[in-house]
């Protein structure tokens, strides 16, 4: 009975239209907004690649940081918007949340910088929709840290130990405030879905049953 009261409530769970996949650099945003994606038959919204001051701010030129931030702002917002401005626009999965991207802005620019892109920010954000659900990754610094000089960028090497754990930090503290969508927490430390397909597997189980508020989902990992 209790089987096929789930299995009734799978049936009349009507997935969210509208997600977003967030977390740190190389916690699996990009495959599981890409996986999600195919699976809903939803348009893929992708995170700004091609920043072209980003390379000067790892290479701490000054006043890179306040360039490439405003880039990605634009971009963000650009992207976001006209997703959700395309005839008979069907679900939406984007690998980013446009509010994250004043967590890079705090970390990243000084007093006077900030007060100039929070009035870009407050311009562009009421045009933006919050989504239905949101996918948090989380993932300890230490494993970030292993993810990003075994898979990452030859760029994002030079990323240093104390600046990820403070990005992943921020994360932590922002999403332990964030109430504007439903929110599902997921700890990736232990897990690796873009190497191991049944955690993949475990995961994709969970999204096929509603979240509402916010909860947490610990997979098991490797025994």
Not at 108 to 129: G, H, I, Q
Request: glycine content about 4%.
């Amino acid at each position: 009975m209790v089987e096929a009261r789930n299995n009734a409530k799978e049936l009349s769970f009507k997935p969210p239209r509208y997600i977003v996949v967030e977390g740190p650099i190389r916690v699996g945003k990009s495959t599981l907004a890409k996986v999600l994606a195919e699976q809903m038959h939803a348009r893929r919204v992708v995170d700004c690649e091609d920043n072209p001051f980003l390379s000067d701010f790892y290479d701490e030129q000054p006043g890179a940081a306040f360039r490439a931030q405003m880039y990605f702002l634009y971009e963000r917002h650009r992207r976001l918007t006209e997703a959700r401005m395309e005839d008979n626009a069907g679900p939406i999965v984007s690998d980013f949340l446009f509010e994250k991207d004043k967590i890079f802005a705090y970390i990243n620019l000084d007093n006077e910088e900030l007060k100039l892109y929070e009035r870009y920010f407050d311009w562009f954000a009421p045009s933006v929709p919050a989504p239905d659900l949101v996918i948090y990754l989380q993932a300890k610094p230490d494993v970030l840290r292993k993810r990003v000089s075994r898979k990452g960028h030859p760029a994002e090497r030079e990323i240093s130990p104390e600046y990820l754990e403070a990005v992943a930090n921020a994360y932590e503290h922002f999403f332990f405030r964030y109430s504007a969508s439903n929110l599902l927490v997921v700890d990736t430390s232990d897990i690796d879905f873009v190497e191991r397909n049944q955690d993949l597997v475990e995961l994709l189980r969970r999204m096929r049953q509603p979240v509402k508020g916010t909860q947490y989902f610990l997979p098991l990992g490797q025994s």
